[in-house]
T-cell receptor, first 114, second 111 residues
Framework: DTGVSQDPRHKITKRGQNVTFRCDPISEHNRLYWYRQTLGQGPEFLTYFQNEAQLEKSRLLSDRFSAERPKGSFSTLEIQRTEQGDSAMYLC????????????FGQGTRLTVV | GQSLEQPSEVTAVEGAIVQINCTYQTSGFYGLSWYQQHDGGAPTFLSYNALDGLEETGRFSSFLSRSDSYGYLLLQELQMKDSASYFCAPIRGAGSYQLTFGKGTKLSVIP
């Protein structure tokens, strides 16, 4: 297994544009998490899926943010009408139910909104 | 509410031992994880404590006292490659296993 992969690795977009990121978790992992990390800070929890069900969303996740995991495998995170404050590293992590105390993180997608 | 405290920076000499402390206030506390993150890299799992006491994994050990809401990560025989940020991450809620990260501790290992 190649681990958690995220695409793209970098994204530069103009304010107001929509962006979509993809995360492919480790294949047998049924739990998937999205985090956001800004410089000098730790990752902040955004949302979490168990299989295809989105079970928890952070208050940080405004209406402009939406995440899906339609078949319980890969996930997408879309940000509509991007703002400069959305500039951050978006991290995806996955874990296997029953071994959730160890999450495996992808390399992240670095978003820059100009 | 929730709070998490760990030192922002620590500097230690190669070959030495360093302890990174973590105090937390987490509703629905389930356990305490530790992650390492090199600059520009992804967080990687180091250790997890569900019960009080010491967990040892090679050069790294982690300790938890649930009654004190306190834990620490102990790094022995420091190597230059250990220079990274270290995050204690309380796991909240049996079920979602949501990790809560603080700002982390930036460890610099010097020759």
């Amino acid at each position: 297994d190649t681990g958690v992969s995220q695409d793209p690795r970098h994204k530069i977009t103009k304010r107001g544009q929509n962006v979509t990121f993809r995360c492919d978790p480790i294949s047998e992992h049924n739990r998937l998490y999205w985090y956001r990390q800004t410089l000098g800070q730790g990752p902040e929890f955004l949302t979490y899926f168990q299989n295809e069900a989105q079970l928890e969303k952070s208050r940080l996740l405004s209406d402009r943010f939406s995440a899906e995991r339609p078949k319980g495998s890969f996930s997408t995170l879309e940000i509509q009408r991007t703002e400069q404050g959305d500039s951050a590293m978006y991290l995806c992590a996955s874990s296997f139910w029953g071994q959730d105390t160890e999450a495996f993180f992808g390399q992240g997608t670095r978003l820059t909104v100009v | 509410g929730q709070s998490l405290e760990q030192p922002s920076e620590v500097t230690a000499v190669e070959g030495a031992i360093v302890q990174i402390n973590c105090t937390y206030q987490t509703s629905g506390f389930y356990g305490l994880s530790w992650y390492q993150q090199h600059d520009g890299g992804a967080p990687t799992f180091l250790s997890y404590n569900a019960l009080d006491g010491l967990e040892e994994t090679g050069r790294f050990s982690s300790f938890l006292s649930r009654s004190d809401s306190y834990g620490y990560l102990l790094l022995q025989e420091l190597q230059m490659k250990d220079s990274a940020s270290y995050f204690c991450a309380p796991i909240r809620g049996a079920g979602s296993y949501q990790l809560t990260f603080g700002k982390g501790t930036k460890l610099s290992v010097i020759p």
